[in-house]
């Protein structure tokens, strides 16, 4: 007797869309209500600030745009990637998927590089105000970086076998890990400026 769990591949008629896709909006609505409350925290604190310091005078702007182009192309590969298993074709699939984890990674380290050069110039979270809300949201960010990293990384690897007994599904799989990977891009086209520009 085989155990079958609904909704994997067929979309609900009470909300339109199948169980991962549900339980990713849900999970990316907790997500907006964490960044949410600490880019909240940092009006407040920077609103309450007679001496904030502009973010371009600390930071590396052309770093920080270096690293919001590689964000945005590696959300291109992510779609690609999900169109590629929409058209049947699982070598387009792996390459794009793995120019995503690429791109990722080129993320992280910028970014290990840019947190050294703020070690090495005394620059840590107890410096200040700016520098404690800057590593507490970039560090965040860079978690889910992580995360996003590990889950497609399975996709690309093991995980991929799924495509050969259950196609739909894994194509349901990759979507969703796509709206989580748009996501930790979003969130990062809006660090950009709130930490770099203003």
């Not at 079958?4 to 990316?28: C, E, H, Q």
């Not at 880019?39 to 270096?66: A, H, K």
Request: aromatic fraction near 18%; proline fraction near 4%.
């Amino acid at each position: 007797m085989s155990l079958s769990v609904p909704y994997l591949t067929k979309t609900r008629a009470d909300t339109g869309l199948y169980n991962a896709k549900m339980g990713i909006w849900l999970f990316l609505a907790s997500e907006v209500m964490l960044f949410g409350a600490l880019f909240s925290s940092y009006v407040v604190l920077r609103v309450g600030s007679s001496n904030w310091p502009l973010g371009s005078t600390i930071l590396s702007v052309p770093i920080g745009t270096f690293n919001t182009f590689v964000l945005i192309t590696s959300s291109m590969t992510m779609v690609f990637a999900w169109a590629s298993l929409k058209m049947k074709d699982l070598k387009k699939f792996k390459l794009y998927l793995g120019l995503t984890i690429l791109l990722a990674l080129t993320f992280l380290v910028v970014k290990a590089f840019e947190y050294n050069a703020k070690f090495s110039h005394d620059l840590f979270p107890r410096t200040s105000t700016y520098m404690a809300i800057y590593f507490t949201l970039t560090g965040l960010h860079a978690i889910h970086v992580i995360g996003g990293i590990i889950v497609n990384s399975y996709f690309w690897g093991p995980g991929s076998k799924l495509w050969f007994s259950n196609p739909e599904q894994f194509t349901n799989r990759i979507e969703v890990a796509g709206l989580y990977w748009h996501f930790v891009d979003l969130v990062w086209i809006f660090l950009f400026p709130v930490l770099y520009l203003l």
